[in-house]
């Protein structure tokens, strides 16, 4: 089955700075690849998702890249806030619209201000 | 138009006891995946239901566990005999309906907490 690595398993940045968390995956024929953000206590909340097709997709200070020769893929944040602070989840689907999303370990972003 | 809605938010059961889960999609969608996520840890699949079929149960245990979405009402997961082991937050999540589009999103309710006594 499939398999998603995360790393790091946290991360510590200052306001302003840019934070990058990367994942890679097994299955080669996985083409979705979504990320949640979830604060504490709180619900995964779907932040950008990129399909197999593309290689990059951005909106305003969140972007992901995807490399599908590597089998990874990556989520960058700029200009980082305090309110960026949760914790990250990056998974991947194989197959259609539809299926098992698998996760990886997650990611704790903390923002210093 | 709602979010996926799940009740009851905090559930404490007794060893041995049985804990129902439930979970309405978002207003449009049909198909519904249910997830557990252990303190500290990150979320596992455990079954993909649409409308009175269940299409992919290979991430639910065995044994005490059980699923079900009827034609009518919420989808309900079933948890018999619970133990300790089964603490944890049990999320929901719901897709669009085939054919309104094509975006592939699933949407998280905000989860139910079983603690097990």
């Known amino acids: 089955g499939e398999n998603v690595e995360q790393h790091p398993s946290t991360l510590s940045v200052q306001e302003g700075d840019s934070a990058v968390i990367k994942c890679t995956y097994s299955d080669s024929a996985s083409n979705y690849f979504p990320w949640y953000k979830q604060e504490l206590g709180k619900r995964p909340q779907l932040i950008i998702d990129?399909?197999?097709?593309?290689g990059e997709k951005k909106d305003q200070r969140i972007a992901v890249t995807l490399n599908k020769t590597a089998k990874h893929f990556s989520l960058h944040i700029t200009e980082t806030q305090p309110e960026d602070s949760a914790v990250y989840f990056c998974?991947?689907?194989?197959?259609?619209?539809?299926?098992?999303?698998?996760f990886g370990q997650g990611t704790i972003l903390t923002v210093h201000p | 138009n709602a979010g996926v809605m799940q009740n009851p938010r905090h559930l404490v059961r007794r060893r041995g006891q049985e804990a129902r889960l439930r979970c309405s999609p978002m207003k449009g969608h049909s198909h519904v995946y249910w997830y557990r996520q252990l303190p500290e840890e990150g979320l596992k699949f455990m079954v993909y239901l649409q409308k009175e079929n269940i299409i992919d149960e290979s991430g639910m245990p065995k044994e005490r566990f059980s699923a079900e979405f009827p034609k009518e009402g919420p989808s309900i997961l079933r948890i018999q005999q619970v133990v300790r082991g089964d603490s944890a937050a049990y999320f929901c999540a719901s897709s669009p309906t085939s054919g309104t589009g094509g975006y592939d999103g699933q949407f998280f309710g905000p989860g139910t907490r079983l603690t097990v006594l």
């Open positions: 998974a991947a689907r194989r197959g259609t619209s539809y299926g098992k999303l698998t």
């Open positions: 990129i399909r197999s097709n593309v």
